[in-house]
């Protein structure tokens, strides 16, 4: 599975790392802001350097986007990946204030697009939910990755 991640900070190095080291799956892209970050962390474990988010949207390869880019980003990231039709996973929160209505404004994004979207935070929440566990255990969504990086 190719990834792709938008965010080259603290959190971005927990992902990318945890992506890097599974056998099935490749960092095939990193999107930061600031593209010094972006580079030292392709130097390190390999990719590319995505100059902009366009980029991503348009590789046929990357199957996943992976959203840890400052909280202000996570709606208008994972609306781009929706409409590319790439699975997500976000980290939390997403975004700082839930009566600007986005929250909303993305459900129903998610509604309408046929893309894997998830929202989690990679510490408190090591778990999988209970209708997740039913959903993977009829196949609604393919087999499920736990990486835990504790």
């Known amino acids: ?89 976000c980290e939390k929160p997403i975004d700082l204030d839930l009566r600007k209505g986005h929250a909303y404004s993305l459900g129903q994004w998610v509604l309408r697009c046929t893309a894997c979207s998830r929202t989690k935070d990679m510490r408190r929440v090591p778990t999988i939910s209970e209708e997740d566990h039913d959903a993977s255990n009829c196949g609604s969504f393919g087999e499920p990755w736990l990486i835990d990086d504790w």
């Open 1 to 89: 599975m190719q990834f792709a991640l938008f965010g080259a900070g603290r959190a971005g190095w927990v992902h990318a790392r945890n992506i890097a080291s599974h056998p099935d799956a490749e960092l095939s892209h990193v999107y930061d802001v600031d593209g010094s970050a972006s580079r030292r962390m392709v130097a390190a474990l390999g990719g590319k350097v995505a100059e902009t988010p366009e980029e991503i949207w348009a590789a046929g390869a990357v199957d996943a986007v992976l959203v840890a880019s400052s909280t202000n980003t996570h709606i208008d990231v994972m609306r781009g990946a929706m409409r590319a039709g790439k699975a997500i996973y």
